[in-house]
């Protein structure tokens, strides 16, 4: 026998001798396991929940070929392939629907915490929870002197956000002097926490609740959105209801409250985001 007759007979072939004829493998079962080993890739993103529909497509289609022929052979692979491909599949579906109903279950605690001290007219612990967790107060500092005005923040100062200069005696305010819905500090203006809780307190969401002078009740009505910003930010927006007592016109709106969740290491921190001017539902 020559060297090339015995390399021939020694190649992997996809096909097999059952003793009476060959039966060949079929390429859709032979594709089915890696696609289903592939599928793991459901359980790091909902993006990736086509591999484990592919895998569980190639396996199908292997299994009817071989039952419509009795050359094509490769069962037992297409079924492993369905089963990765199942198992994978249904786990990463689980596990992000399980991880979506935890985040928004922890939104909706911190949004009901966050609302309650606007109702209670604690502005400056709210102000605290719509910081970067790194840029709060320790726990058990006295926000009292924390929020206190120094010297630049006094009525007499020009760079007080709260208080423009005064206009003679019997003379209206002109609208350019009252302290206005969206402000920010002006460029060149140092910032102090008096001036940002100033700031926070005609902003947006947080405005519409200083106005109603605690006179309202919140009440969850549905999770909006849920939406990954990079590997470590969530942020998650929920709609709330908000019933207000005495005269208010609209007596009931609905808004958007957004927040932010990073992980920082193995500790997860929340934030209200309070940066989206339409926050009211239309």
């Known amino acids: 026998m020559s060297d090339t007759e015995a390399l021939k007979q020694t190649t992997f072939s996809t096909e097999i001798d059952d003793g009476d004829g060959y039966q060949r493998l079929s390429r859709f079962a032979i594709w089915s396991i890696p696609l289903g080993l592939l599928s793991a890739l459901a359980l790091v993103s909902p993006l990736l929940w086509f591999v484990p529909v592919l895998a569980i497509v190639f396996a199908l289609v292997g299994l009817r070929v071989i039952a419509g022929s009795q050359e094509t052979t490769g069962r037992t ?9 199942v198992l994978f599949g249904t786990w990463g579906v689980s596990w992000t629907t399980a991880r979506r109903a935890r985040l928004n279950r922890q939104a909706r605690e911190y949004a009901t915490e966050w609302l ?12 605290q929870l719509s910081l970067d967790f790194y840029s709060r107060l320790p726990q058990g500092s006295s926000l009292a002197a ?4 120094d010297e630049s923040d006094s009525p007499d100062s020009p760079d ?25 500090l002006a460029p060149g203006i140092e910032s102090t926490p008096f001036r940002e809780l100033a700031v926070f307190k005609v902003n947006n969401l947080p405005r519409v609740l200083v106005e109603a002078e605690g006179n309202f009740e919140f009440e969850f009505v549905k999770n909006v959105s849920t939406e990954r910003h990079g590997q470590f930010e969530t942020q998650i927006v929920q709609m709330y209801r908000l ?9 009931e ?3 958007l409250v957004t927040m932010k969740r990073t ?12 940066n989206d001017p339409n926050f009211i539902v239309k």
């Open 243 to 251: 019933s207000f007592s005495g005269d208010h016109d609209p007596p």
């Open 160 to 184: 007080s956000p709260e208080s423009p200069e005064s206009p003679e005696p019997g003379e209206p305010p002109e609208p350019s002097e009252l302290p206005q819905p969206n402000m920010e």
């Open 77 to 85: 692979l297409a079924l492993l392939g369905l089963g990765l491909a």
């Open 146 to 149: 924390h929020y206190a005005p």
């Open 263 to 274: 992980v920082d290491g193995q500790k997860a921190h929340w934030q209200i985001a309070l």
């Open 253 to 255: 709106i609905e808004v």
């Open 116 to 127: 309650s001290l606007m109702q209670q007219e604690q502005y400056m612990e709210a102000h």
